[in-house]
């Protein structure tokens, strides 16, 4: 792990060793001193990360690829200093492998908060993709696998490593009630997205938008079943990490028309990165309503709330959504969809009236009943 790595290589500036440190750390009595070195570990740790530094994939020896480089530094033996909002996730790295060595024995998550001082995080304005700027960067692309694939991120808020993983068997024709049923019968198509590829390891489902649904149809028909369906890799970090290259590879050639695509964070990384198409859709979507992209997204604190809604309700606000995130034209109903959306309109109306109907039978045996106490 890149962020154990860091942290032997400033043990080994330091003239020492991990074992060593350990060894040392162990010998010491004092319960006080022990909590006073963990936490100058700790703070050392994170200047070491915090300041340009030797690359910890090759320090210890040569890392290199097919192509003469380390895919870390490039080949420059330096990695950069890493900006304040990755500082929590490399520290979450070192706290596991020093407890599991027992030098955070005793200390909290708390007492570390109190005692080490963090980077503060800049804020900075998010710059979002637009609808024009999507529809050139899919317009862009040769391969019809990958266009496809950056069409489904885009309108279905699965994070990057959802998609690579994405298997045919993790789609489903679902009915308008949202359940299983066969191509012929389809009303919608559902993603499921497995706890294991899922961030926070919790199973959650999508659905593929109107305006693709036709060519993922096509897609699913020719694919096979035993290797990841848009990407060549099976190992999700390297396939996210090319799709991630050729992200900027294709937005490159865009820089004319939209000059963000040139820009940087603070930290050095793109504002506009292949992460950047989950914000799309959820922007999209929550215009529909607020918290329907989050939970499709799969952000917890919304996910609850939508998974209360009836079926019906669920597939009334994802047609809502279809409208939102089409990029080239309008999403046309086949013709069972226009028939079933007829029928329920048909339907709704004779409930209606229906009640009406009843409330008035209702006023009339009122009325009689008032008539005769009065005869």
Not at 7 to 12: G, L, N, S, T
Not at 248 to 265: D, G, H, M, N, T
Request: hydrophobic share 35%; proline share 2%.
């Amino acid at each position: 792990m890149v962020g154990i790595s860091h942290f032997k290589v400033m043990i080994d500036m330091k003239g020492s060793s991990v074992e060593s440190l350990i060894q040392d750390f162990a010998n010491i009595e004092d319960h006080q001193t022990k909590k006073e070195v963990a936490f100058s570990i700790l703070a050392d740790y994170i200047n070491h990360i915090t300041h340009d530094r030797p690359c910890g994939r090759c320090y210890f020896e040569d890392m290199k690829t097919l192509h003469n480089k380390c895919p870390s530094c490039k080949g420059t033996k330096l990695n950069k200093a890493l900006y304040a909002t990755s500082i929590p996730i490399y520290m979450g790295y070192i706290k596991k492998y020093l407890r599991f060595y027992g030098i955070l024995d005793g200390i909290t998550d708390e007492d570390i908060k109190e005692e080490i001082s963090m980077p503060v995080i800049m804020e900075e304005d998010y710059e979002p993709v637009t609808r024009d700027m999507f529809r050139d960067i899919l317009e862009g692309l040769k391969n019809y696998r990958r266009r496809l694939f950056w069409h489904l991120l885009g309108t279905s808020g699965m994070r990057i490593s959802e998609g690579c993983a994405l298997r045919k068997d993790d789609f489903e024709f679902v009915n308008n009630k949202n359940e299983r049923t066969t191509l012929e019968k389809m009303y919608r198509i559902r993603i499921n997205i497995k706890p294991n590829t899922s961030k926070k390891r919790k199973q959650r489902k999508t659905f593929v938008s109107k305006e693709i649904e036709s060519e993922i149809v096509k897609f699913l028909t020719s694919a096979s079943t035993d290797k990841p369906l848009f990407v060549k890799s099976a190992n999700i970090k390297t396939a996210k990490r090319n799709e991630g290259d050729l992200f900027r590879i294709a937005c490159k050639k865009l820089i004319k028309s939209y000059p963000v695509l040139a820009e940087k964070k603070l930290s050095g990384l793109s504002k506009i990165s292949i992460h950047s198409l989950r914000s799309y859709f959820i922007t999209c979507v929550n215009r529909v309503d607020y918290g329907f992209g989050h939970a499709l997204a799969g952000h917890k604190q919304y996910m609850g709330q939508y998974d209360r809604l009836t079926p019906e309700q669920k597939m009334n606000m994802l047609e809502q959504s279809d409208k939102k995130l089409q990029l080239f034209s309008e999403v046309q109903l086949d013709s069972k969809q226009q028939i079933r959306q007829v029928q329920q309109g048909l339907f709704e109306q004779f409930q209606k009236q229906s009640l009406e109907i009843q409330y008035l039978q209702e006023e009339i045996v009122l009325m009689k009943q008032q008539k005769m106490a009065h005869a």
